[in-house]
């Protein structure tokens, strides 16, 4: 579909326009709003980290650019929208990894192909952590290790559902420590974080976003972060690297997309904007009080992230034999 421009917009273009000066490249800006796209409910890390953004860029475009929550179907349902838009720089998935990087390892089919995305940048990442619930009997992570061992098929971990990132991280966890836990799947961070409040539930590889305050207030324990470098949102909780596990890294990223075809003018636009905003003192402290590490890599850096990701998950769902209808 061809774009309609403005005579004014046209002028702005040609003379470099009012925004020369921010130092973002020339792209020809399309006569609707911008949407970003979050395939998952409103309220969660995925849902604040794209609106803290799009305050801070809302100027760079006139025609404005709005955030749209599209859930459901483990991110399919809003990325399978995205992938079926105009490639013309005005439709944006920002996601974690299961749509961009996970889901069509774990499902039979889907209605788009995450290989073809047009990478524009990673937000932010989030370490998941090692949660235990009270009733473990374990003060760190040698302690956890060793009572898992002694307690092989006895000890329950919780997930955010079926081929979850939280699932897949235990999944990951079992087969570098060669230990066995029962899956008791929820439908959801919130539920899952109850039952680990509430003793109902021994173990929960959830992101430390959500985590780290019930761990302060003492009604859980986080054991240990699986990132390469200590949180600043838990600084006292060491990394599994320090406690001699090195290959436990798992990380939740929230990235920007956009659909097949999209012209790279309008990716370099895009990311110029967001970079930009990342670097914002009060942007970076807003989202690592979420807990979240904001990056703004490039497009190449964030493709190549990308598929590193894919490839590693694809090994541990291969090796747990992991499945979703």
């Known amino acids: 579909?061809?774009?309609?421009?403005?005579?004014?917009?046209?002028?702005?273009?040609?003379?470099?326009?009012?925004?020369?000066p921010l130092g973002l490249p020339a792209f020809a800006q399309p006569a609707r709003s911008v949407r970003l796209i979050v395939p998952f409910p409103a309220g969660g890390t995925a849902d604040v980290l794209p609106r803290l953004i799009t305050e801070k860029i809302r100027s760079q475009f006139p025609n404005g650019i709005v955030v749209e929550n599209k859930s459901g179907a483990g991110g399919n349902i809003g990325a399978a929208e995205v992938a079926r838009a105009e490639p013309d720089g005005t439709t944006y998935l920002v996601s974690p990894p299961g749509p961009i990087a996970i889901n069509h390892h774990l499902y039979k089919s889907l209605q788009f192909d995450p290989t073809k995305w047009v990478p524009v940048t990673v937000l932010a990442t989030v370490p998941n952590v090692l949660a235990v619930s009270n009733k473990v009997p374990a003060k760190n992570f040698e302690e956890f290790l060793a009572y898992l061992k002694a307690n092989p098929g006895k000890v329950s971990y919780a997930s955010q559902g079926n081929g979850s990132t939280s699932h897949l991280t235990a999944s990951l966890f079992m087969q570098l420590t060669g230990t066995e836990m029962v899956h008791v799947p929820y439908k959801g961070t919130a539920p899952a974080l109850v039952d680990l409040v509430g003793s109902n539930v021994d173990v929960f590889f959830d992101n430390i976003s959500s985590s780290a305050q019930f761990h302060t207030g003492g009604k859980i324990k986080v054991l240990a972060v699986a990132d390469q470098q200590r949180s600043q949102a838990l600084p006292n909780v060491p990394t599994f690297a320090e406690q001699k596990l090195p290959a436990m890294n798992a990380v939740t990223f929230f990235t920007m997309v956009a659909p097949p075809g999209t012209p790279a003018d309008a990716v370099a636009y895009m990311h110029k904007a967001v970079s930009g905003a990342?670097?914002?003192?009060?942007?970076?402290?807003?989202?690592?009080?979420?807990?979240?590490?904001?990056?703004?890599?490039?497009?190449?850096?964030?493709?190549?992230?990308?598929?590193?990701?894919?490839?590693?998950?694809?090994?541990?769902?291969?090796?747990?034999?992991?499945t979703v209808e």
Request: glycine share 8%; no cysteine; aromatic share 8%.
């Open 278 to 322: 990342l670097a914002l003192p009060d942007i970076r402290q807003k989202f690592l009080d979420q807990g979240a590490q904001p990056r703004g890599w490039s497009p190449e850096e964030t493709g190549r992230f990308v598929r590193s990701e894919s490839e590693k998950w694809n090994k541990v769902i291969k090796a747990a034999n992991v």
């Open 1 to 20: 579909m061809t774009q309609r421009f403005t005579r004014r917009q046209a002028l702005a273009l040609t003379a470099g326009g009012a925004l020369a």
